[in-house]
């Protein structure tokens, strides 16, 4: 892949806190599917911009430092989980681009040089990209939770695909804390939620995804005002279109603590 080529936009699943990276069982497919089919469809970008659900800012913010620390934001987990290291580099000038980008589309970016990479960056990057040589760009998700405002956020971004830098949404398809690992049939709900975002995305239809909240199930899957770990699917969702094609492609379902996760590309 050269430097002009059209990096992807994905979305990934990056699972509970640091247990992929202690080979968690629950967390199997996850960490098979990050280290082997997604490396392969990631391709080789010359940066990537990766949204996280784990960084909720009222507006757009960007991280823009050379290096950034990494930040532990999950508790009670083995004394070893604070010491991983994600050496990857940053990059003040894409940082910049992508304030241009979101600035262009109305959104009043910031860029945030002190902000360390949170575990929805440094967990899923460490099996996906081990040796750490592409340079990451790590971007906030808005506090409002409105499919719109990140879809659009998407939108803004895909310019930036056709400069081989990639977009990776960094969340999960299913996020009720409750209810994993818990039994009884309102998994059925799980998986008709998953089916209808299926349908959605693989239609091209942006417009439904900015009804997601309709989708069977939904609230189930993401409960009211704790679905920020569906709004980086949106955002990969807006950086898929191109030419008013919004097609993108499920290539992952995969088993997590009782429940199916999924993950989408968009080419």
Known sequence: MTSTSRAVSMFIPHGGG????????SHREVIEF???????????????ILVTA???????????AEQHSLFFDYYGFPK?????QYPASGSPLIAEKVKKALEKYGF???LDAKRGWDHGVFVPLTLLIPDAEIPIVQLSVLTSQAADEHLKMGEALSELRNENIAIIGS???FHNMKAFQSSGGK??????FENALQQSIESGELDKLKNWEQFPGA?????????EHFMPLLVAAGAGRENNNSKGKCVAKLELMGTIVSSYLWT
């Open 108 to 110: 009043q970016a910031k």
């Open 18 to 25: 640091p247990l992929p990276l202690l080979n968690d069982p």
């Open 187 to 192: 998994h059925d709900e799980n998986k008709l």
């Open 80 to 84: 070893e989980t604070y010491e991983l």
């Open 54 to 64: 784990h960084w909720e800012e009222r507006l757009p913010t960007i991280s823009s």
């Open 219 to 227: 609230r189930y899957c993401q409960p009211q005002g704790q679905a």
């Open 171 to 173: 969340g999960m398809s």
């Open 34 to 48: 990050l280290r082997g089919k997604a490396r392969q469809l990631l391709g080789t970008p010359k940066a990537i």
